[in-house]
């Protein structure tokens, strides 16, 4: 899944433990972010409270850390609280919001439990196909990576990663129109 | 103070979480704030003298597990509304649908008994006073709710603050209960659940600005 979410939810789960080796470098990571978060929100006049922003929303993290839930993404909590400081900023301030606020995808995963059911399709659906090309349509269409860094990393030409993956789409395809076929009998 | 200080600071805090803390804590400012309304009920109201007596009723069980599925319900809501992503529209539905179900209780009840007697059932003995007290009792459990979310982090203060208010309410209807000798069900259904409500109402107005982080 989505890598920064992975990184930075085991440091969590570390830090909840009281790991302060992992909280350290969480609060780090977590800074950065949000420095670029604020900073991308707020207009130029006010870009100076980007810091103060960061450093409230540091100390809610570790005042209010009990109520982060295990079984939830790490980064659609913490964006709960970067976004509820941003609005209480803008409120105290009397600033009209004119960035559009929920406009986060690149940095922090949404909360995707609903989503996970459609994970389990799409896996089920990858195990009919070949070992080979199941690998390359992981990486390409799922993971992102593009052709030729797959290429790269497995040794292939690109034409015949190209191949594979064409093949193993047509296997997917294939065997959606059975299912669909199967279905109608 | 520069970040890096901060972080710094942070990090020398930090202590183990339990997994429990939240429910932990909803539980300790719940539980000490039920405490108080309760004596607060005792004291200034008194239990009804017939308890013993009226425990053998139907009327009083139905009471009772009214006031009972709305309180779980609402501190519940408490509990949920006290992470950033909380939602707590399942605990609204289940207490919108705890008081439908009393109010087509009421209206059975009514349908079996003389008109005559409707107004009697609805006003009963109490009516001046029973949605004053309930609204009484919910204010150290309001008290107690607020306190159990100021530790925590609902980011829609207002929504909180109806969900501490609603709790409050319920649980404090709870404790009236083993004041209030009234058994008809249509009081129950509109006066209690009044309390209830004024005590949500309460709890959004004044969590909206004492909710705030």
């Keep these: ?185 | 103070m520069t970040t890096n200080d901060l972080i710094a600071r942070l990090t020398g805090e930090l202590k183990p979480v339990s997994r429990t803390a939240v429910l932990e804590r909803v539980g300790t400012g719940l539980g000490i704030s039920l405490v108080a309304s309760a004596v607060l009920m005792v004291l200034w109201l008194g239990m009804r003298p017939d308890l013993a007596e009226a425990s053998t009723t139907m009327m009083f069980w139905t009471k009772f597990t009214y006031t009972l599925i709305l309180a779980v319900a609402g501190g519940w809501a408490v509990k949920r509304i006290a992470h950033p992503l909380g939602s707590i529209r399942v605990n609204l539905g289940l207490m919108a649908a705890t008081i439908v179900v009393m109010i087509v209780l009421a209206f059975a009840q009514l349908a079996m008994t003389p008109p005559e007697e409707h107004m009697a059932m609805l006003k009963g003995r109490t009516i001046t006073v029973c949605t004053f007290n309930i609204v009484m009792l919910s204010l150290p459990l309001l008290i107690g709710a607020f306190w159990v979310l100021r530790g925590l982090a609902p980011t829609r203060p207002t929504l909180a603050g109806a969900a501490a208010g609603l709790a409050a309410g319920s649980i404090a209807s709870l404790v009236y209960s083993f004041h209030c000798d009234e058994s008809a069900m249509p009081f129950i259904a509109v006066w209690y659940t009044l309390g209830v409500l004024v005590a949500g109402l309460i709890g959004a107005i004044t969590g909206r600005f004492i909710l705030r982080w």
């Design chain 1, 1 to 185: 899944m989505n890598s920064i979410e992975t990184r930075l939810k085991e440091l969590m789960l570390a830090s909840l433990a009281g790991d302060a080796r992992s909280y350290g470098i969480l609060l780090n990571d977590v800074a950065k972010h949000l420095r670029s978060y604020f900073l991308r929100r707020l207009a130029d006049a006010h870009k100076s409270d980007a810091d103060d922003l960061v450093q409230e929303t540091l100390m809610a993290l570790h005042t209010r850390r009990a109520t982060y839930e295990v079984d939830r993404p790490f980064t659609a909590w913490l964006h709960a609280i970067a976004r509820y400081k941003l609005i209480d900023h803008f409120r105290r301030n009397r600033i009209r919001a004119t960035v559009p606020l929920d406009d986060v995808e690149d940095l922090f995963v949404q909360d995707q439990s609903d989503a996970a059911a459609d994970r389990m399709d799409v896996n089920r659906l990858l195990q009919s196909v070949p070992e080979k090309s199941r690998d390359l349509i992981y990486r390409t269409k799922i993971e992102g990576q593009s052709i030729a860094e797959v290429a790269q990393s497995t040794g292939l030409s690109e034409t015949s990663v190209k191949v594979s993956i064409h093949r193993g789409i047509r296997a997917i395809t294939a065997r959606l129109k059975g299912n669909a076929a199967n279905d109608d009998k």
